[in-house]
């Protein structure tokens, strides 16, 4: 509380001392008027000289306190009930004393940097160089490496690193803000008026001059608001945030004392106390603490600026929005689909683009009018007739079991009088040859139309067993029309292990009826050698050509 | 054309009527006039879509770089606050897209569209120019026959000459009412077409604007402290600004700091 009770005097004296600085006349009149009054008081007294001395007169006393309480406990003997208290007000007084100067130390420290900050020119800084400076700046750059290297400092604050680290995020989002709120700003500038004078433009083409102008008006309207829009952000926004960007880079200069400050606290820490360092300890102490809180205090102001900007921001958006809907909301008389929208205006092209003028003259005619035509479903090819079980149970009825076979894979017809199958198709062979006498191509009938195929993509109808169609069985397919061109031989002997199996000589050559087992297996081909038919592993089995 | 150097010489009458030559100038010059406007109007409106989505994207940019930021960390309110901020914008943008997309479909391409009409119609009228030139050309002709002496060489040549001048004259009368008929209703058509793509037109803004309207009302009742203006705000941020600018602040001073905090 006492201490509370010496700031106050002692900053009042200060306050009065700032007049200067105060330019409100009413306040300098009153206090004017207060120090006249109280000075007239003491007319008279011979020890009153001037302002200045009057103003002293409390710190004179404050020193005076702890004299005043030491000479007096010395003179108490201890035995006396007094001399605790007096003990005790002996170390508040002097508590006093080393918290007004330390007050004072940090006020000085900060000044002095400030003033430095402000006036210095490089001719000023290259005058401060001497071997002292030099000698402290060598220190604190080793001290700086080794903090570098090995890590944390012996000497730190949390809350200043905490304060520090927050106050340079703040930093960052303002100056983040300012710019992506400036371009945003701009954009919107360039966006709607445009989209408004279009929104005219297209009004224009689409209705007689004469009936309906009333809107333009209201259009006129919120192309004022747009432009009232740029400068309320601007005052709302743009310039606080710019503002508090500008006095960002203020403490920066004392954060790097007081790191300075820091690697000398730090050096010292290692040697002996002495004068030097304890007055390290002590400017770095002052250094941080004021720091420490001032930071607080800014970061504080800054984060609640930023907030309200963002605030505004947000505001300020909704009330163009609103003003855009309305704008907009007084034109329209019935909404339309969007679909409905291409049709009329399909059908009205179209009889613009029937007009005579323009089809006998349209460079691109048949172009634009395939692309202007409604949307046709794409043609399909007739669909080819597909086999029903209809058609399949007459085949059944109809022939004999040896003469049914069925479409191992899809067959497209390829020459005339050919017919296109489906996969597992069922069909009856009625010759097995063509009228040219081929062998490969069959007239079959399918039930549904008669017509030819090729031989190898049909294999016997057997509806007993199970017909898999799958891939492997037209990968099977597909070799096989190859049957001609390659010969097969052993490349190893093989030994078969069952009645199913064909041995087989190295060197051997093989016929390949089959390049898969009953199963679809591809691993195992039916092969024939002189005269003997088998499965054969295909892995043993090499490609020969005829050369 | 007049400046030919072997012109054979012009038509002593006037085979087009004035009225009909005013009208026609008239009815072209509107249409020329119309296709200058659907061309200035389709590269306006891309234009205008451009910006919007520029604008709608820079927004969305405020607040990833507020939302990447490391201050949110610690700060619940401050991250809270940016993250709605984020969403809205993010909204904003989707919508804006659509918007964009919207008027691509209904407004821009009918345009472009309805400009591809314009070359063939180019095309006719000047192809009536050259007709109109043949037919001035042969009735010139057919006039000069009509003047000399009636001899027998002369009489056939004549009759050669109006025999020429028929199927050039019909071409040209023909084209010329075909024109004179059809360029009228082309010109009414625009009403037709373009009405369609101005209230889609309209339509898509408000449905945008009305949309984004309600999504920043919401967000100020959200993030808004109530009872707080624009010029509370304003006061607010002067006051701290300018306790701010008094570097050093030396906040050990208990009365000098900012009051309304």
């Known amino acids: 509380m006492a201490q509370y009770h010496i700031s106050k ?85 002097k508590d006093i004393n080393v918290n007004i100067n330390e007050l004072k130390r940090r006020k000085d420290l900060v000044l002095k940097y400030k003033k430095n900050d402000e006036d210095e020119s490089l001719k000023d800084k290259l005058s401060k160089l001497n071997i002292h400076s030099i000698s402290k700046k060598s220190k604190r750059v080793t001290n700086h490496l080794k903090i570098l290297t090995r890590g944390e400092s012996q000497v730190k604050d949390n809350t200043f690193n905490r304060e520090e680290k927050l106050f340079r995020a703040l930093e960052k989002t303002v100056r983040l803000c300012v710019k992506n709120i400036s371009l945003c700003l701009q954009h919107i500038q360039d966006a709607m008026p445009l989209a408004l004078q279009s929104v005219m433009d297209l009004q224009e083409i689409s209705y007689n001059k004469d009936d309906e102008m009333g809107y333009s008006e209201t259009l006129s309207n919120a192309l004022n608001s747009c432009h009232d829009f740029a400068p309320h952000l601007q005052r709302l ?34 040697r002996s106390a002495g004068e030097e360092s304890d007055l390290a300890k002590k400017e770095y102490e002052a250094l941080n603490a004021q720091l420490v809180e001032e930071l607080q205090a800014f970061n504080q102001a800054a984060r609640k600026i930023l907030l309200n900007c963002l605030c505004s921001f947000i505001t300020l958006l909704r009330d163009l929005m609103l003003v855009a809907q309305q704008a907009y909301s007084t034109l329209v008389p019935v909404p339309l689909l969007v679909s409905s929208i291409s049709e009329i205006q399909n059908q009205v092209l179209e009889e613009v683009q029937n007009l005579n003028c323009v089809k006998e003259n349209s460079a691109t005619f048949i172009e634009r009018k395939l692309s202007f035509e409604k949307k046709k479903p794409v043609q399909i090819l007739p669909e080819m007739p597909r086999q029903t079980d209809i058609h399949r149970s007459k085949l059944l009825s109809t022939y004999s079991a040896e003469e049914l076979y069925q479409a191992k894979r899809k067959c497209n017809a390829t020459q005339e009088y050919d ?17 040219l006498g081929s062998t490969s191509r069959w007239l079959v009938d399918t039930g549904n139309v008669k017509g030819y195929v090729y031989s190898s993509f049909l294999k016997p109808y057997n509806p007993a067993k199970m017909q898999k169609v799958d891939t492997e069985n037209r990968f099977c397919d597909d070799d096989f029309e190859n049957i001609s061109l390659f010969i097969f031989y052993a490349v190893h002997a093989f030994q078969a292990r069952s009645d199913h199996e064909l041995s087989l000589q190295e060197y051997q050559r093989v016929h390949i009826l089959r390049f898969c087992d009953l199963s679809g297996n591809k691993e195992w081909w039916l092969a024939e050698a002189q005269g003997q038919k088998g499965y054969v592993p295909a892995n043993y089995l090499g490609k020969m050509t005829y050369a | 054309m007049s400046w030919i150097p072997f012109k054979i010489g012009q038509p002593k009458k006037q085979i087009v009527p004035k009225t009909v030559e005013r009208d026609f100038e008239r009815e072209y010059g509107k249409l020329q006039q119309l ?33 990447s930021n490391p201050l949110c960390e610690q700060d619940q309110d401050l991250l809270s ?21 919207q008027i691509q479909k209904t407004v821009i391409e009918p345009l472009k569209k309805f400009g591809s009409v314009f070359p063939s119609l180019n095309m006719a009228v000047k192809r009536r120019e050259q007709a109109l030139q043949d037919y001035r050309r042969l009735q010139a002709k057919v006039e000069k026959y009509e003047e000399k002496e009636k001899t027998g060489p002369v009489l056939a040549k004549l009759h050669q000459a109006r025999e020429e001048l028929r199927p050039v004259r019909e071409d040209f ?8 008929e059809e360029m009228p209703r082309f010109y009414g058509s625009r009403l037709d077409y373009f009405q369609p793509s101005f209230e889609s037109l309209i339509r898509a803004q408000v449905v945008y604007y009305s949309e984004m309207h309600k999504i920043f009302g919401d967000l100020t009742q959200q993030l808004d402290q109530p009872g707080h203006s624009d010029e509370q705000r304003e006061r607010e941020n002067e006051a701290k600004l300018s306790w701010g600018q008094r570097w050093p602040w030396f906040t050990c001073r208990p009365f000098a700091m900012n009051d309304s905090s």
Request: hydrophobic content about 40%.
């Open chain 1, 419 to 435: 017919i296109n199958l489906l996969e597992g198709e069922l069909v009856a062979v009625i010759e097995q040859k063509d009228p």
């Open chain 2, 81 to 101: 606050m940016v993250t709605a901020l984020d969403t809205a914008m993010k909204r904003m943008d989707a919508f804006n897209q659509e918007k964009v997309n």
């Open chain 1, 9 to 93: 005097k002692q900053l009042k004296a200060e306050a009065i001392s700032e007049l200067h600085e105060v330019s409100v006349t009413e306040n300098y009149f009153q206090t004017q008027w207060l120090i006249w009054s109280f000075s007239a008081s003491f007319r008279g007294k011979p020890n009153l000289l001037d302002m200045g001395s009057l103003m002293i007169k409390p710190i004179q006393r404050v020193m005076k306190y702890p004299l005043l309480l030491c000479e007096l406990r010395n003179s108490t003997p201890p035995s006396h009930p007094d001399y605790r208290a007096l003990d005790d007000a002996f170390a508040a007084v």
């Open chain 1, 237 to 270: 926004i743009l310039t606080p945030l710019s503002a508090l960007l500008s006095l960002f880079p203020g403490p920066h200069k004392l954060i790097q004392k007081r790191y300075d400050k820091l690697l000398d606290c730090n050096s010292y820490l290692q």
């Open chain 2, 35 to 67: 296709e200058e406007q659907t061309r200035k109007l389709q590269k306006d409106m891309k234009k205008s879509a451009d910006a919007e989505l520029a604008m709608s994207k820079s927004a969305v940019k405020i607040s990833l770089d507020l939302l």
């Open chain 2, 173 to 180: 009368e023909a084209k010329n009412r075909q024109l004179l």
